[in-house]
T-cell receptor, first 115, second 114 residues
Framework: GENVEQHPSTLSVQEGDSAVIKCTYS??????FPWYKQELGKRPQLIID?????GEKKDQRIAVTLNKTAKHFSLHITETQPEDSAVYFC??????????????FGKGTLLTVNP | NAGVTQTPKFQVLKTGQSMTLQCAQD?????MSWYRQDPGMGLRLIHY???????DQGEVPNGYNVSRSTTEDFPLRLLSAAPSQTSVYFC?????????????FGPGTRLTVT
């Protein structure tokens, strides 16, 4: 099955700096790559996603890049703010048969933005 | 729309007890799934369903049963609770059509097994 690796597991930055989180996946048939943000005690919420026919997507301070050949994708947050502090999860959705709606998640990155 | 709802929010069980975690969605989503979240382990898929009457196992299905008799509901049953099942459980749903990708999560159930 799909395997998603996420790095780093913790990331501490100063307010205003950029943060980058990287993920790799194993199944070349995966076709959808979302990023979720989870604040303490809350549910994961989608912040941005990218499909396999797109190389980059941007939404204000957040961007995601995808390299299908290398099977990796990254989340970029610019001008970080204290409210960006949370756990971020990457995920990959498989493209094979009846299980192609399953999401496989990375283990998460705890981002701390210091004022 | 209420979105994805889960009950209860918190539960404490003794080893060997059984219980059902409830999940419902009002978005007419075909796909529903259950995850467990443990520190440092991310979200691991327990069971999933692509429609009423259809269920399948995820990554960590042992000790759990599911059924899907309606589009709206997807309960998760713990047959004989064990301390290893102490976790936060999330239900999620999405549509299955072309271009319909986003999974929506419920608020979670925090389960402690003593």
């Amino acid at each position: 099955g799909e395997n998603v690796e996420q790095h780093p597991s913790t990331l501490s930055v100063q307010e205003g700096d950029s943060a980058v989180i990287k993920c790799t996946y194993s199944d070349s048939a995966s076709n959808y790559f979302p990023w979720y943000k989870q604040e303490l005690g809350k549910r994961p919420q989608l912040i941005i996603d990218i499909r396999s026919n797109v190389g980059e997507k941007k939404d204000q301070r957040i961007a995601v890049t995808l390299n299908k050949t290398a099977k990796h994708f990254s989340l970029h947050i610019t001008e970080t703010q204290p409210e960006d502090s949370a756990v971020y999860f990457c995920a990959a959705r498989g493209g094979r048969g009846g299980s192609n709606y399953k999401l496989t998640f990375g283990k998460g990155t705890l981002l701390t933005v210091n004022p | 729309n209420a979105g994805v709802t889960q009950t209860p929010k918190f539960q404490v069980l003794k080893t060997g007890q059984s219980m059902t975690l409830q999940c419902a969605q009002d978005m007419n989503h075909e796909y529903m799934s259950w995850y467990r979240q443990d520190p440092g382990m991310g979200l691991r898929l327990i069971h999933y369903s692509v429609g009423a009457g259809i269920t399948d196992q995820g990554e960590v299905p042992n000790g759990y049963n599911v059924s899907r008799s309606t589009t709206e509901d997807f309960p998760l049953r713990l047959l004989s609770a064990a301390p290893s099942q102490t976790s936060v459980y999330f239900c999620a749903s999405s549509k299955t059509g072309t271009g319909q990708y986003e999974q929506y999560f419920g608020p979670g159930t925090r389960l402690t097994v003593t």
